[in-house]
């Protein structure tokens, strides 16, 4: 299973929240397993991903990681060494400005047009680490490098993939959850209401889920699905749990059964 980093900032009033959150990517989302409040300025460091990284290999061996995927924003060689050590194979992006055997990665992929991929013809030093370099020109002419333990190929997938981690993020915010909202500042008082969140965030997507799998959401005429799979589940549960429908039951049994693993990544 794929493995996805990030970090989601909001404020309340001056106080800045952040919240370091890792967690497998399932059915177009990326499922939260564990996270940690970070200090107000954001500071996602090498320490805490370490830290957090650590807290579920306790639970999920590094056997059953497919990889990690995260963004430019979780980079360093003491990070690198430690997801080598551990056994997890890495697809991170790296910054344009990073030096590769004495060459920066935008003078090494710099005349990339958009949709071009391309990758260096052996692996190289990566922060201290031997890795293959990938690297794309996104539709806005952005330039995207990522470091791989992966085939090209599957590098493109997988750290596509990754950014399934922003869809959960604006559910459980102000598309969703209202997660932003909240008027608590304390860490560990903010870990635990992420947790609940968290709870009824992932029991909509097991219903949404599972509906999805007898009729799926109406298409609108724009192409894109009418409603979300989360709030799909979450508004069938919440009709049945308000008006006690026949359903209740099966949906309740439904909670406690693990998720499909979908086709792919």
Request: positive net charge; aromatic residues 8%.
């Amino acid at each position: 299973m794929l493995l996805s980093l990030d970090r989601t900032t909001w404020e309340r009033g001056e106080s800045p929240l952040n919240l370091l959150v890792l967690g497998v990517v399932l059915h177009g989302y990326t499922v939260p397993l564990v996270w940690t409040a970070l200090d107000h300025d954001g500071n996602s460091g090498t320490v805490k991903c370490i830290q957090l990284v650590s807290r579920l290999l306790q639970a999920l061996p590094a056997a059953r990681w497919k990889g990690l995927g995260a963004d430019r924003a979780f980079i360093g060689g003491e990070w690198f060494r430690f997801l080598r050590r551990k056994n997890i194979k890495r697809a991170i992006r790296i910054r344009k400005n990073a030096v590769i055997d004495e060459l920066r990665v935008d003078e090494w992929f710099g005349d990339l047009n958009v949709g071009e991929v391309r990758c260096l013809a052996e692996r190289a030093h990566v922060h201290g680490e031997v890795m293959q370099v990938v690297a794309t020109r996104s539709p806005a002419g952005d330039l995207v490098a990522i470091a791989t333990d992966f085939s090209v190929w599957d590098t493109c997938v997988l750290y596509r993939a990754r950014w399934t981690v922003e869809c959960t993020f604006a559910s459980l915010k102000v598309r969703g959850f209202d997660l932003e909202r909240t008027g608590i500042t304390r860490p560990e008082r903010l870990e635990r209401l992420f947790g609940l969140v968290i709870l009824a965030w992932v029991s909509g997507l097991r219903v949404g889920v599972w509906l999805q799998a007898q009729g799926p959401v109406k298409v609108k005429a724009h192409g894109r699905a009418a409603m979300s799979l989360v709030r799909y589940g979450a508004e069938r549960l919440g009709h049945a749990l308000r008006w006690m429908l026949p359903e209740l039951p099966c949906l309740i049994k439904l909670l406690r059964t693990p998720f499909p693993m979908p086709d792919g990544v």
